[in-house]
Every structure is written in structure tokens, then in C-alpha cells.
Nanobody, 120 residues
Framework: VQVAESGGGLVQAGGSLRLSCTAS????????MSWFRQAPGKEREGVAA???????IYANSVKGRFTISNDNAKNTLYLQMKSLTPEDTAMYYC???????????????WGQGTQVTVSS
């Protein structure tokens, strides 16, 4: 199984980005999926998760600004981010598991991450 994120980059505060996550050897519609992020010197933080039935949850810090979604036909997970602030700067990771870990970092499959940098 290989999980890969893309879409990160440098954006000004107030801007938007959309992250994507794809996988080989894994069919997203059979897995609970999530996005995490980790800033330098900080613990990995659960940002958003979506379960097998499409129910989503978000960390309070991103609620109302980030949207997690999936396209099962494309086997792709997305994280739409808007109103970005410098505090959103981090490496963002996609994760998958057959168990619903919600925002806990216990997922089995992880990507290598994509860097998001928000300038002030």
C-alpha cells in the first residue's frame, strides 16, 4: 500500500489550498480516512476525518475553514482549506485505516506528507 499527498505549497494568509490524497493497493471507500498535520516541535494533530458513511469531524482549530471530502470513483481524498493563517503552517498527512480512529493518530496507513506554508 502506498499513500501519497499532493497540493501543498506557499500561500499568503487568507488564501486557500486544496490537498489531495491518492493510494495504490487500497480502495478508499472501504477505509476510514483522515488528514493530520504536524508543525515543527509540535505533536501530530488530527485535522479532519471522514468515515465509511461520509460522516465528517473536524478539529476545533479548523472547523468552518477546512472541508474533507472524497471521490470514491477517483479513489481520492481531499482537504479544501480556506482562510489560512500562519498557524496552519505544517506538514499535512493523509491516513487510512479499517478502524475508525477519528482524529487519533492510530491509523495504519500514512503518506509522506505535503508541506503547507502560510505567510503573513
Amino acid at each position: 500500500v502506498q499513500v501519497a499527498e499532493s497540493g501543498g505549497g506557499l500561500v499568503q494568509a487568507g488564501g486557500s489550498l486544496r490537498l489531495s490524497c491518492t493510494a495504490s493497493g487500497l480502495t478508499f471507500e472501504n477505509y476510514h480516512m483522515s488528514w493530520f498535520r504536524q508543525a515543527p516541535g509540535k505533536e501530530r494533530e488530527g485535522v479532519a476525518a471522514i468515515d465509511l458513511w461520509g460522516v465528517t469531524i473536524y478539529a476545533n482549530s479548523v472547523k468552518g475553514r477546512f472541508t474533507i471530502s472524497n471521490d470514491n470513483a477517483k479513489n481520492t481524498l481531499y482537504l479544501q482549506m480556506k482562510s489560512l493563517t500562519p498557524e496552519d503552517t505544517a506538514m499535512y498527512y493523509c491516513a487510512a485505516d479499517r478502524r475508525d480512529w477519528q482524529l487519533l493518530p492510530e491509523y495504519t496507513y500514512w503518506g509522506q506528507g505535503t508541506q503547507v506554508t502560510v505567510s503573513s
